[in-house]
């Protein structure tokens, strides 16, 4: 792996062990020589996140919509700062650049973020594995209501096993350059829907 896109908060949550975790995550990738991709802004935990690779010497590569880039929440001091017209356009090219993803804790907007490239990766649109760094239990309920959309029917098992779940960096990094990726040509059969 060469990148992975961290999706994270822009505020950096109500327990120290968040930006903790944002340190810790970044002091990893940047000693294994894996560049960070991120939202480019210099706010919450993807700001925490994206010193933290900074100060070991590693790559962030910022992907910023001009809209939040004119309201000087762009992080000046990245390796590479792309400033991009749209949201939509931002996640495209965050996800292009990168061989991996995972989320940190962080609102609707990280939700959204991952659950997108979790359904790319479902479509075969591309092959890169996700995963939830579960910082102090934070995504363990979801994790739970992800199981129970397996359960009920809505997610197949093989799918679910996409889905990364640690609560340490170092192991979470290990898992996603040792997942393997189902192949299943075509996920909807006709007596299924």
Sequence with gaps: MKRI??????????????????????????????????????????????????????????????????????????????????????????????????????????????????TWTQLGLHRKPCALLNVAGFYAPLAAFIDQAVSEGFIKPIHRQMIVVDDNPERLVDSLAAVQLPDVPKWIRREET
């Design 5 to 118: 896109a961290v999706f994270c908060g822009s505020s950096i949550g109500n327990q120290p062990a968040y930006a903790e975790a944002a340190v810790a995550l970044g002091g990893v990738l940047a000693k294994r020589g894996i560049g960070l991709v991120c939202g480019g802004g210099n706010v919450g935990l993807m700001g925490v996140i994206a010193e933290a690779v900074l100060t070991a010497g590693g790559e962030v590569i910022g992907v910023i919509p001009q809209a939040l880039a004119d309201r000087e929440l762009a992080h000046g001091g990245v390796t590479d700062l792309r400033i991009v017209d749209s949201m939509h356009t931002r996640k495209a090219m965050m996800a292009e650049l990168s061989d991996a993803f995972i989320a940190m804790p962080g609102g609707v907007g990280t939700f959204e973020e991952f659950f997108e490239v979790v």
